[in-house]
């Protein structure tokens, strides 16, 4: 298969790898089928021995990339602030996050939605969803101190949550067990973020 019949995209990626490492010669960039993935062979311009100057990338098929949900992103982005302190009124991987913060960044970044900034008010605006319905990447509120709606994180499946806890502590996984179990409160819904992120 010549060069010129390479996808764009598959070609900027291998050419961008090969102009960061060496510079590349496009008319030495192939491709190949391999198990129903692409495999993409790049020959560094400026090298004498072929033997050592490749790099192979291998390119995910379109449809496993395909099975990717908006809540797959929201819940990506908010385990990546794994580690970071908690903030109160924090809502930037700059500052920190508090709950509410951390919620409202990862669906704005993941399915570019804006959720209201505070617990109670995204509790308010979800559609609420019984324990045995509720999925990865729906909300998940509680009552950690009064009457209201106090804390918020993003369910992960097999009672398990992402969340920036308090003062003090680090955003973390934590399960719904214990102290997080007895002040469970529900299950929210985020209207618009269940569907295929290549929609």
Known sequence: MSSVSVKPLALLSVGMMALLLAGCNSETVKTA??????????????????????????????????????????????????????????????????????????????????????????????VKVPKHEASKGDLVFFKTSGKRISHVGIYLGDEKFVHAPRTGKAITTDKLVGYWGDRLIGFGRVPGACKPAYS
């Open 33 to 126: 089928d391999a198990e129903q993935a692409k495999v993409y062979t790049a020959q560094f311009a400026h090298s004498k021995n072929t033997s050592n100057t490749s790099a192979t990338v291998t390119k995910i098929p379109v449809q496993a990339s395909r099975d990717t949900t908006l809540l797959d992103r929201v819940v990506w982005n908010a385990e990546k602030q794994k580690g970071k302190m908690y903030r109160f009124g924090g809502e930037s991987p700059k500052t920190g996050f508090d709950c509410s913060g951390l919620t409202q960044f990862a669906f704005e970044q993941g399915a570019g939605i804006s959720l209201p900034r505070t617990a109670a008010e995204q509790y308010a605006s979800s």
